[in-house]
């Protein structure tokens, strides 16, 4: 099976390859699951190897299933909201999530370092600009309160939910609903020529590699893209487990759209972490690598971006707005553009949050989780360490005149 490659370079993939909502193989196996829906099996180790045997499609419960009547509905059927999005299991990585994947994919879909770790992916995927833009942009007509059910999914939808409104609202105008029976096969895996990725609105299915059940998602959820952004076949079969309303949004929307945006993001932040004093040092490829694992995230004035006294696990370089840090409600320090804060606890053992960081505008900021931080940042620990000292001392100082 060849995976073709469009991008020109390793391009970063990261934000497409966790769905929003998920409980994964961990979780899976904790609650004992069992293959399709709702019967229960002891899950068998289904730990893929290398050979290339294994890259065809497998011949599993999942991928024998007939595919079950699918009604595409041009129009979303009034309904109720969708309940919450269930988040994905804490301590759930990407390599859990893509611990059944068939080998090739799984080449594909992230790097073989770093498998206890959850890790940045870099891979080639699609890229979209040969991807012909002649074809209008789909619009398939919509109630106002079928393109409110749409939005409610994107917000809750990991892969979806940072687009630009722009973007969001082709999406909503060209994704059209399914229904899907209980026990329906979405997908099916080793299926080649994918046309559609998909937001579950209602229900719950569940995803299955080689007959093992590997992932539930829950409203919210998304599948479907790994053979769009690789034009490869699907790596997984998708059941319905109950009555589902699915969003379909179709291959050259979806690789216009969502590829395109998630290939600028990472151009965008790589511009950004050049203007970072603190990472000049950097080469133009550790950049690359810590803008695959920067994650956006956007806060509003007097939202706490970090709260003295909790445990942290994120560290922040700040892109845009500014942002306060204060010490038992006394002000330290505004970070601007280029500032980063949030190491500390990332630093020491305790791992508490020394401060109170405030934004004080609008404010967007890329955030680094602790694995990744230590892991592309490490190099600079003495460098962090340096300045923590200095910010240390005006904090005792702080503490010394709030005594006396
Ligand atoms: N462990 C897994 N390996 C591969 N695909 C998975 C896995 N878990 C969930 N999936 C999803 O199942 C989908 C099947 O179609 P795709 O290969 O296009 O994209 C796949 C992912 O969205």
Do not use: W
């Amino acid at each position: 099976m060849n995976f073709p490659a469009f991008g020109t370079r390793a391009s970063s993939i990261r934000g497409l390859l966790l769905p929003a909502c998920c409980t994964s193989q961990k979780q899976a196996n904790s609650h004992n699951h069992k293959m399709g829906c709702g019967s229960s099996t002891p899950e068998t180790s289904n730990s893929p190897s290398t050979n290339k045997e294994e890259l065809s499609p497998p011949d599993s419960e999942g991928a024998k299933a007939k595919p079950a009547t699918v009604t595409a509905q041009p129009t979303a059927q009034p309904t109720a909201q969708p309940p919450e999005a269930k988040t994905c299991v804490d301590g759930a990585s990407e390599d859990d999530f893509y611990k059944d994947t068939p080998p090739a994919a799984k080449a594909k879909a992230k790097p073989p370092r770093n498998r206890n770790k959850r890790s940045s992916v870099s891979a080639e995927c699609v890229d979209p600009v040969a991807i012909s833009r002649l074809a209008p942009p789909r619009v398939i007509p919509k109630t106002d309160e079928a393109k409110s059910q749409v939005e409610a999914v994107l917000e809750k939808a990991m892969l979806l939910k940072n687009l630009e409104p722009s973007q969001k609202k082709s999406i909503v105008d060209a994704v059209e609903e399914m229904t899907f029976q209980k026990d329906a096969v979405i997908i099916e895996q080793g299926e080649k020529d994918a046309q559609y990725f998909y937001m579950l609105s209602k229900g719950a299915c569940q995803a299955i590699v080689n007959g093992v059940q590997v992932v539930t998602y829950a409203p919210g959820g998304t599948f479907g893209e790994l053979a769009l952004m690789y034009n490869a076949p699907r790596a997984a079969t998708v059941k319905a487990c109950e009555d589902c309303v699915c969003f379909a949004l179709d291959r050259s929307t979806f690789q216009n759209i969502v590829i395109a945006s998630n290939k600028q993001r990472i151009q965008d932040t790589e511009k950004f972490l050049a203007e970072v004093p603190l990472l000049q040092s950097l080469t133009s490829g550790e950049r690359a690598q810590l803008a695959d694992a920067i994650q956006p995230s956007y806060f509003k004035p007097g939202d706490v971006i970090i709260k003295e006294g909790d445990v942290g696990n994120v560290f922040y370089l700040l892109e845009k707005g500014e942002v306060r840090a204060s010490h038992n409600d006394t002000s330290i320090k505004t970070y601007v553009h280029g500032d980063y804060f949030g190491e500390l606890a990332l630093l020491g053992d305790g791992g508490l949050r020394k401060a109170t960081c405030i934004a004080l505008g609008d404010v967007k900021v890329g955030a680094v989780e602790k694995d990744a931080f230590k892991r592309l940042l490490g190099p600079m620990e003495e460098i962090l360490l340096r300045n923590a000292e200095h910010y240390e001392a005006v904090v005792a100082q702080l503490d010394k005149s709030q005594k006396s």
